[in-house]
Nanobody
Framework: QVQLVESGGGLVQAGGSLRLSCAAS????????MGWFRQAPGKERNFVAA????????YYSDNAKGRWTISRDNAKNTVYLQMNSLKPEDTAVYYC??????????????WGQGTQVTVSS
């Protein structure tokens, strides 16, 4: 069982940066693929980025690639999402998730409650 708690969301102007954190409970954090997803009002939840459990390999959506960086600190049971060059269309609730299998197509079984990111123009 893994419990996930996101933090770091807030209001930021376009072009600004935020770093989201996701703290996980449990001793098996290092065995999970960790991912970030987002959901804008009235839209589906979409994949943002993922990082492998083993070798730190990463995978990004086209929206995130080149702007954002996912990282993890297994000693702190925490995964991060550094978001730079934010745009108003990045406004959404951001969720972290823990999953299994490959970083590109992991199956996520554990989800946090989300943190709101609002980007003003």
């Amino acid at each position: 069982q893994v419990q996930l708690v996101e933090s770091g969301g807030g209001l930021v102007q376009a072009g600004g940066s935020l770093r989201l954190s996701c703290a996980a409970s449990g001793r098996t954090f290092s065995t999970y693929v960790m991912g970030w997803f987002r959901q804008a009002p009235g839209k589906e939840r979409n994949f943002v980025a993922a990082i492998s459990a083993s070798d730190g390999s990463t995978y990004y959506s086209d929206n995130a690639k080149g702007r954002w960086t996912i990282s993890r600190d297994n000693a702190k049971n925490t995964v991060y999402l550094q978001m730079n060059s934010l745009k108003p269309e990045d406004t959404a609730v951001y969720y972290c998730a823990a999953g299994q299998s490959r970083v590109r197509d992991a199956l996520y079984g554990y989800w946090g409650q989300g943190t709101q990111v609002t980007v003003s123009s």
